[in-house]
């Protein structure tokens, strides 16, 4: 990887994303998913959003390279290649589509 973790999450853009008619329709249920995205990386990843409080990892080339924790409307990440990291609170837009 060409670029630092540090840089990485300051280029993280995150996007919280709620509904869409087409997925209601087919599975019953009120899609709920969590998009992030380096411009960096040039990469995308998409995470469904479980409950009030999920998380997860972010992966390149199969390797964790980012732990994420929504909780109560806050999401952070931190790195899971620097033992020593710690949890940075990211800013994110809601999104609601019908």
């Known amino acids: 990887m060409d670029h630092l973790i540090e840089d990485i999450i300051q280029d993280l853009s995150i996007e919280h994303q709620m ?43 199969r390797k964790p390279i980012l732990l994420f924790d929504l909780t109560d409307d806050v999401i952070k990440v931190k790195s899971v290649i620097d033992d020593n990291s710690e949890w940075i609170e990211k800013d994110y837009i809601n999104m609601m589509f019908d």
């Not at 995205?37 to 409080?53: I, M, N, T």
């Open 19 to 61: 509904g869409g008619m087409l997925e209601f329709q087919r599975t019953g249920v009120y899609p709920d998913y969590i998009i992030f995205y380096s411009a960096l990386l040039g990469k995308r990843w998409k995470k469904k959003v479980q409950d009030e409080h999920s998380h997860g990892k972010l992966y390149i080339n």
